[in-house]
């Protein structure tokens, strides 16, 4: 197995202390010291990759140059890419309460979208089987026209759209796992029958816009219904709950799309130790969410799997969990699901059992 890397080695340079301290600090986001995507995040994972070993395993990506912008333009509009340039090539600033540019942020997003149009080449050309692209700011709550929820560009729906220019891949299958919902992401895509997106995600923890709260009735608009699927669960679920999901919807959803590549909102932040998080996950359930996506991607993709980084904000639990990601990737073994034996009667797994029932009964990809 080839496993290709990919980080901006420049990420550092998108940082709220870069940012002119003359700007207004009127908010709980801009008084937080360190903001909670700060470059640590991703300096940790590295760091432990390369102690651990890992790093000498992968096919690490180093890029020739940054990508045309025309790649981001194929997904946002021209008006939040020059906003977001302004900003990064003055003194930065706050797009909204918790999301900033800071001075060399253009820079950071741009290297970042080369880096995920190089990992998706490596995959096409069959150079690697699969892609990690540990990028930050995470990306999947921007939308057409703006940046929002620490998210200046949405670095899945560029990788998607990117792959979708070359002629085998018709369709592919965005699993998003982080503990937010991707709006941008579903507002992005919502309308096409070329991405279905497959959302598993806390209930009512990223809201903003009424008619993409996560859901579960939102399965897509126009030519596109049918083509979203939203899980939004209650707070304390736990591995087996998202192990459920993913065996019990997110196996027969890809058994009838038959995805080409399957690309992974891979964020952390449901992770029992996160600070955002009302979940219970641990390391153990990142690893088997992933293997039910490679056991997915052996069958119908040709094994062509990404994964994106999104949230995650404590860093010791991060770390692990990206770790546990790699260790499913780079396992040679033949994938084998491990079977749902647990059964429980607790309150949580009864509305986690109806949920899916609902969408099983009531989802136009199961009728
Ligand atoms: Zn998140």
């Known amino acids: 197995m080839t496993i290709a890397l990919f980080y901006p080695e420049n990420h550092f340079l998108h940082d709220s202390n870069r940012i002119a301290k003359n700007n207004l600090y009127n908010n709980y986001w801009q008084t937080l010291q360190p903001h909670p995507e700060n470059p640590d995040r991703l300096t940790r994972v590295l760091t432990d990759l390369q102690q651990t070993g890992y790093l000498d395993k992968v096919k690490i990506l180093h890029l020739p140059s940054l990508c045309s912008i025309y790649d981001i333009l194929r997904v946002h509009s021209t008006d939040l890419l020059q906003k977001i340039y302004q900003l990064s090539s003055q003194h930065g600033g706050w797009i909204t309460a918790g999301t900033y540019v800071s001075p060399g942020s253009f820079d950071t997003i741009q290297c970042s979208a080369a880096g995920i149009g190089g990992l998706i080449s490596e995959i096409l050309c069959e150079r ?107 707070a304390g679920c736990k591995d087996i709950h998202y192990i459920t999901v993913f065996h019990k919807l997110l196996i027969p959803l890809a058994e009838t799309y038959q995805p080409n590549l399957i690309i992974i909102s891979a964020g952390f932040d449901a992770h029992s130790d996160d600070p955002f998080s009302c979940m219970q996950i641990t390391t153990f359930g990142y690893r088997e969410m992933l293997r039910v996506c490679r056991y997915i991607a052996k069958r119908y993709c040709q094994n062509r799997l990404l994964l994106i980084l999104e949230g995650g904000y404590n860093l010791n639990a991060l770390s692990a969990s990206v770790q546990a990601c790699f260790d499913v990737l780079l396992d040679t073994s033949t994938i084998k699901l491990t079977p749902l034996t647990a059964h429980f009667e607790d309150n949580i797994s009864i509305e986690v059992n109806g949920l899916i029932n609902s969408l099983r009964g009531n989802h136009p990809i199961f009728r």
């Open 128 to 234: 690697a089987d699969n892609a990690f692209a540990l990028i930050r700011p995470p990306g999947h709550h921007a939308t057409t026209r703006e940046s929002m929820g620490f998210c200046l560009v949405n670095n899945v729906a560029i990788g998607a759209t990117c792959a979708l220019q070359n002629s085998d891949i018709k369709r592919i299958l965005i699993v998003d796992w982080d503990l937010h919902h991707g709006n941008g992401t579903q507002e992005i895509f919502e309308a096409r029958r070329d991405v279905m997106y497959f959302s598993v995600h806390a209930q009512n923890t990223y809201s903003n816009d009424p008619d993409r709260k996560g859901d579960w009735k939102e399965m897509g608009v126009g030519d596109g219904i049918g083509y979203s699927m939203n899980i939004p669960l209650p």
